[in-house]
């Protein structure tokens, strides 16, 4: 093997190994406690919009304006954990979960 085809076969493995390392920071965890919660919270309360809608006790209208209240709530969600490594901050979950309070007050009055 020559000295030029050493390099390159460095050069190579280095960058095979930098893309690999690269790729697993930016891995989501998608099933982390704080953000499964939030979105548990989310999936709950969407099923409690159709319930509501089915009863007569929500108009369509009010139920499209609270589904875009959570919609907006998990776009929060993921950017959030988009700046935290695929994690959300306690102070994030806290300020989420107050939205979904709010949300969630306003679907069984």
């Known amino acids: 093997m020559n000295a030029f085809t050493q390099k390159l076969t460095a050069i190579a493995a280095l960058s095979i190994a ?13 099933s982390h406690p704080r953000r499964a919660e939030v979105n548990h919270r989310l999936s709950n309360q969407d ?9 007569g006790e929500l108009s369509h209208n009010e139920a ?3 589904h875009r209240d959570d919609h907006q709530v998990r776009r929060e969600e ?5 700046q935290n490594g695929g994690h959300i901050t306690r102070q994030e979950d806290r300020a989420l979960n107050q939205q979904e309070n709010r949300t969630s007050r306003q679907i069984g009055q």
């Open 64 to 66: 499209m304006r609270l």
């Open 47 to 55: 099923r409690r919009i159709h319930q509501e809608v089915r009863e």
């Open 18 to 30: 930098f893309i690999g390392t690269a790729s697993a920071a930016t891995n989501w965890d998608a």
């Open 78 to 82: 993921r950017l959030m954990a988009s």
